[in-house]
C-alpha cells in the first residue's frame, strides 16, 4: 500500500477528525521504525528478527587514538560482518559489557576486534593512523513522506496488520484513555498487531535468529 493508502485506511479505523492525516502519518513511520528495530515477539523473550531488504553496507574510519567511532549515520541494528582494509573479516563481540571486560586496555595496532554500542563501534586494537573498516549491517527504514511512498522494506501483506495495527493500537489507547472497562478498539489492534509480528517471524524465517533479550548464554563473539 502507499503512503497515502495507509493513512486512509487508519482514518477509516479510527473515525476521527482531531486526528489529520500528517499526525497518522507520523504515527505510521514510528510503527515502521519499530518493526524494523524489532519487536518483542508474543509470548517469547526475544525481538522479531530484522526485515532481509534493510541489509546493507558501508564504510567507517577509525579515529586516531580513540577506541571509538561513528558507525553509518543509518545503522539500526544487527552489525553482522565487520572487514578491515585488508579483506580479513574481524571478530565482533556480542557483548558489550564482555568486550570492555576483556580488553581494557587500549594497545597500539590495527583493529583486531571490536563490538557496537548504540551507534558507536567499539575496537581494539588503536591504530595510529586512521583506517577504513567496511561494515555489514541492517540499516534503518526511509520515512514515507510523499502520497505515493511506499515501505518498500516490508512486504505487502504485512503492511495492514503491522503498519495500520500499530497506528490504531497506539491511537486508540489514547482514544480509550480513562474509560471504564476493557479498551475494546485498542485490544482489538493489538491483537491485530501482534499476529502480525508473529506472522511476520514465521516469514522471515531461521535463517535470521531473533534477538534476544538476555545475552548470558550467548557466545562471547561471532566469528
Not at 119 to 132: A, F, M, Q, V, W
Not at 198 to 221: A, C, K, R, T
Request: hydrophobic share 35%.
Amino acid at each position: 500500500m502507499t503512503f497515502s493508502e495507509l493513512i486512509s485506511k487508519v482514518q477509516e479505523a479510527i473515525q476521527d477528525p482531531d486526528y489529520t492525516d500528517e499526525m497518522v502519518g507520523e504515527i505510521l513511520n514510528r510503527g515502521l521504525l519499530a518493526v524494523a528495530s524489532g519487536v518483542v515477539l508474543p509470548d517469547k523473550y526475544a525481538v522479531s528478527p530484522p526485515l532481509p531488504d534493510l541489509y546493507t553496507e558501508g564504510t567507517v574510519e577509525t579515529v586516531v587514538d580513540s577506541g571509538v567511532c561513528d558507525l553509518p549515520t543509518d545503522f539500526n541494528r544487527g552489525l553482522l560482518q565487520v572487514v578491515n582494509d585488508q579483506g580479513e573479516p574481524l571478530r565482533v563481540f556480542s557483548s558489550f559489557r564482555k568486550f570492555l571486560k576483556e580488553n581494557p586496555g587500549k594497545e597500539v595496532g590495527s583493529v583486531r576486534i571490536c563490538a557496537v554500542n548504540g551507534k558507536k563501534l567499539l575496537y581494539r586494537d588503536i591504530p595510529s593512523t586512521e583506517e577504513t573498516l567496511e561494515v555489514h549491517y541492517y540499516a534503518a527504514p526511509i520515512p514515507m513522506e510523499d502520497e505515493d511512498d511506499e515501505p518498500d522494506c516490508l512486504q505487502e501483506g504485512f503492511h495492514h496488520p503491522l503498519l495500520v495495527g500499530f497506528a490504531c493500537k497506539e491511537i486508540f489507547n489514547l482514544l480509550e484513555d480513562g474509560i471504564d472497562g476493557p479498551k475494546k478498539n485498542t485490544m482489538y489492534w493489538e491483537r491485530e498487531f501482534q499476529k502480525g509480528v508473529h506472522d511476520l517471524g514465521v516469514f522471515i524465517g531461521e535463517d535470521s535468529d531473533p534477538d534476544y533479550m538476555q545475552v548470558e548464554n550467548e557466545e562471547d563473539y561471532i566469528d
